[in-house]
């Protein structure tokens, strides 16, 4: 969910068109479509915004993974016009998450911390598995690099809703998950403020 998700390359070479990379590129999409898809019930099931969050992010990681792969051949005008949705998508779903964590702060919520401890840990390590195939490309173009800046970034925001969740198991409240939530949709609401700007 990191600005660097929706960087522009900046040469025009055809790294990007590596055949490698795109299947790693292609499994990320299909990896991430199905925790969006997962999380996304658990998340509704749990009454959790931190998952639900965390949902978005992973269907704003596919979407940017598809586009990503639609535009790899396209000229760098393409690539740009392709940004801005990326940035548009980011706003929008931080928008959302901060919206629905303040519903939660006034109507009340409560989230399950074991659902959420287990969705999480399967979350993590999809986006652990994720980064690892995309650590060789780490030192490619701009493209390569961001896509796995944001896997490794999304790893740690995993790491951050397990704590949410240690931190509702542990207070009883839910105000952990509620906070972890909006500091997410925080960081995806100024991601693409960056991309905007």
Known sequence: MSKSCCDIPADTGNSHNDPRWRRVLWFALFANAAMFAVEIVAGVAADSRALQADALDFFGDAAN?????????????????????????????????IGYAIYGFFTGSEPEPQTMGMIRTLALIVNIIVALMLLRFRNGDANMRSAWICSRNDAVGNIAVLVAALGVFGTGNAWPDLLVASVMAGLAIWGSIDVFS
């Not at 396209?74 to 949705?85: C, E, F, K, P, T």
């Open 65 to 97: 993974y598809a586009i990503s792969l639609f535009v790899a051949e396209m000229a760098l005008s393409w690539r740009s016009r392709a940004a801005l949705v990326k940035g548009a998508t980011m706003l929008a779903f931080g928008l959302w998450v």
